[in-house]
């Protein structure tokens, strides 16, 4: 009766922490993505965890074996474990399994790595993406450089710019290119995919696609100082008709970004959302040598003539 209640006490225990670990239904964004670079690497967290499961059952089987075979009875009194101090079968074989696993990870890991180099697919993303990408669009170019403490997000196709927040085109790859313009930090949209740096002097680049129009959060995964807790903004995947009518709204409604107000917006501070018509390529305040345009802008992308360097840009 003692051992049944020890053991029911036991099974309450482990199932209080099984909730516990769970987090109560808690959403966690990376393990729910809305997008198909988020689905690429959620794929490369499942797949590790199930072999390290399989791995962790197969050794608690044979620890639980050798405890029953071996333990202390009366038959085992005089047992003498054998030597197994320089058996070459034994080595081999603790050698070469955890080569296999680290093999079997960094391959897939390897594969998606570069694959994320590029666009997604069409065959990336999920069944109720709202479009199919299409190979012939030229893909939203999207600056992003983190400021203290603020993130600045220009659009040099559209010759607009906006602060903490953002809208993206949903079904369509869009293409990040980072820069900070102060202490190194880390751009994250967690539903959209993984987290990418950005570095003064550098010009990093990072693809993102949301499947359905919503709203998701980004925030800055890198310490940087007293606001880094300010450092959200949030991504608002939008139809492509909507995502246009958009970018009219804020030529024709917003304040003109000038070289002054953008000087002011890159001093250390905290600020709410901000938009403006004109833009600023952060490549003139970042330290890059690149100082026209960032490596996502390629040959015959379609900029805004208008926009010059007294006007929010510098392109070529």
């Known amino acids: 009766m003692r051992s049944a209640s020890r053991w029911l006490k036991t099974v309450a225990a482990a199932g209080a922490l099984v909730v516990l670990l769970t987090g109560c239904g808690v959403n966690v964004p990376v393990l729910q993505p809305k997008g198909p670079v988020g689905h690429e690497e959620l794929n490369l967290i499942v797949f590790p965890f199930i072999l390290m499961a399989g791995v962790a059952l197969v050794v608690f089987a044979i620890f639980a074996w050798v405890m029953v075979k071996y333990r202390a009875t009366p ?13 070459t079968l034994l080595e081999t074989i603790w050698t070469v399994i955890p080569i296999i696993i680290v093999v079997a990870i960094a391959i897939p890991t390897v ?6 180099l590029k666009p997604p697919s069409a065959s990336a993303a999920t069944t109720n993406s709202v479009a ?9 170019v999207i600056y992003v450089a983190s400021a203290q403490w603020k993130w600045l997000f220009a659009y040099p196709q559209y010759g607009i710019e906006t602060v903490n927040y953002l809208a993206i085109p949903a079904g369509e790859p869009v293409d990040f290119q980072l820069t ?53 903004f949030k991504v608002v995947a939008k139809t492509e008709p909507d995502f246009q ?28 959302t901000m938009n403006f018509s004109g833009f600023i390529n952060p490549n003139n305040y970042n330290g890059s040598k690149n100082m026209t345009a960032m490596p996502g802008m390629t040959k015959g992308m379609p900029v805004p003539s208008s ?3 007294g006007k929010g840009g510098s392109q070529s």
């Open 75 to 87: 038959e085992n009194a005089d047992y003498v474990p054998p030597e197994t101090d320089g058996n």
């Open 111 to 116: 594969i998606v790595t570069f694959r994320l």
């Open 132 to 140: 199919t990408t299409d190979t012939t669009k030229k893909p939203v």
């Open 180 to 232: 900070a313009i102060g202490p190194m930090n880390s751009f994250w949209v967690p539903s959209l995919g993984g987290m990418e740096m950005d570095m003064p002097g550098e010009d990093l680049g990072l693809w993102l696609q949301a499947n359905q129009p919503g709203t998701y959060l980004g925030r800055s995964a890198q310490y940087s100082g007293t606001g880094f807790a300010h450092m959200t």
């Open 245 to 272: 009518k958009w970018v009219q709204n804020i030529k024709n409604k917003s304040p003109h970004l000038t070289t002054k107000e953008y000087k002011k917006l890159l001093k250390p501070s905290s600020v709410g």
């Open 307 to 309: 926009v010059g360097s």
